[in-house]
Nanobody
Framework: QVHLVESGGGSVQAGGSLTLSCSYTSNRNIIVMGWFRQAPGKEREGVASMRPFAGLTYYADSVKGRFTVNQDSAKNTVYLHMTGLEPDDTATYYC??????????????????WGQGTQVTVSS
């Protein structure tokens, strides 16, 4: 029903920027899309999410002011613009989608569909 493919990961130095892309296909309207990350030995963390039809966005405190989520509906793509990257941002980043309203848009358990992930490495 929903297929997600992330791209744009890579290696940058601290203070640098990266933009991740999540291209999606769906036979139904996606209600919420989120970006998550997981570093080795750490729990998965909700980074940012958006409700496309409501124009609402949500951010984890750890990235607020540095990361921005938006979409290009014509391209069926959601972006995560990351600036001021820090070594602690190093992780595999995943996009996720759900076809219903969710109470906690930064909680991974709320999401049904996941991409394969893209690696982001930030060196000091």
């Amino acid at each position: 029903q929903v297929h997600l493919v992330e791209s744009g990961g890579g290696s940058v130095q601290a203070g640098g920027s990266l933009t991740l892309s999540c291209s999606y296909t769906s036979n139904r309207n996606i209600i919420v899309m989120g970006w998550f990350r997981q570093a080795p030995g750490k729990e998965r963390e909700g980074v940012a999410s958006m409700r496309p039809f409501a124009g609402l966005t949500y951010y984890a405190d750890s990235v607020k002011g540095r990361f921005t989520v938006n979409q290009d509906s014509a391209k069926n793509t959601v972006y995560l613009h990351m600036t001021g990257l820090e070594p602690d941002d190093t992780a595999t980043y995943y996009c996720a989608a759900v076809l219903r309203w969710v109470a906690e848009p930064l909680k991974g358990a709320e999401y049904t569909y996941w991409g394969q992930g893209t690696q982001v490495t930030v060196s000091s």
